[in-house]
T-cell receptor, first 113, second 113 residues
Framework: EAGVAQSPRYKIIEKRQSVAFWCNPI?????LYWYQQILGQGPKLLIQ????????DSQLPKDRFSAERLKGVDSTLKIQPAKLEDSAVYLC???????????FGPGTRLTVT | AQSVTQPDIHITVSEGASLELRCNYS??????LFWYVQSPGQGLQLLLK??????LVQGIKGFEAEFKRSQSSFNLRKPSVHWSDAAEYFC???????????FGTGTSLTVIP
């Protein structure tokens, strides 16, 4: 069974630029999560999708972050414009449904200069 | 407010020694509790979870954890640590509706020969 795929693995941008991350969950997983993990901290949930609907986005900075999950499969997380404090690893995870085990992708390491 | 506290930022143990990683949570409802491990360059992997029932749960790689409601704790234990256990360990709490998922700040484990 293929795991959660994320791309790119690494990205370096200048502040005020925009960036997008892509996630392909495990086939058949209805729930998809985006996390932000700043160095030295635990992952922070940004947004959770159930199929293509948003379940929770209470910690998503909506003035600059956006996410979508078209057709309930792949998902894209966008930052526009980026700030220095957005430097972090962005993790995508998926699960069969809520309350089930979350499977994590390898993450995208973003550096904003 | 919901939160997870891992008091120990870093722990060093000798190979073959026992291990206990502490986790305390603050959660208004019945918590679902998890322990994840993150090895360098690897994604997060679930070690074990507690939803209900027996308060002592067994996980993969010889780990176990005990849920103590009176102490709001969910400590992770292993009777004999192996060098390959060196990693970052995260405690997490979630709701029974599957959203509002919170990670602790993590405990870094070093294993010395």
């Amino acid at each position: 069974e293929a795991g959660v795929a994320q791309s790119p693995r690494y990205k370096i941008i200048e502040k005020r630029q925009s960036v997008a991350f892509w996630c392909n969950p495990i086939s058949g997983h209805a729930t998809l999560y985006w996390y932000q993990q700043i160095l030295g901290q635990g992952p922070k949930l940004l947004i959770q999708f159930q199929n293509n609907g948003v379940v929770d986005d209470s910690q998503l900075p909506k003035d600059r972050f956006s996410a979508e999950r078209l057709k309930g499969v792949d998902s894209t997380l966008k930052i526009q414009p980026a700030k220095l404090e957005d430097s972090a690893v962005y993790l995508c995870a998926s699960s069969l449904a809520v309350q089930y085990e979350q499977y994590f992708g390898p993450g995208t390491r973003l550096t904003v200069t | 407010a919901q939160s997870v506290t891992q008091p120990d930022i870093h722990i060093t143990v000798s190979e073959g020694a026992s291990l206990e990683l502490r986790c305390n949570y603050s959660y208004g409802a019945t918590p679902y509790l998890f322990w994840y491990v993150q090895s360098p360059g690897q994604g997060l992997q679930l070690l074990l979870k507690y939803f209900s029932g027996d308060t002592l749960v067994q996980g993969i790689k010889g780990f176990e954890a005990e849920f103590k409601r009176s102490q709001s704790s969910f400590n992770l234990r292993k009777p004999s640590v192996h060098w390959s256990d060196a990693a970052e360990y995260f405690c997490a709490v979630g709701s029974n509706t599957g959203n509002q998922f919170y990670f602790g700040t993590g405990t870094s484990l070093t294993v010395i020969p």
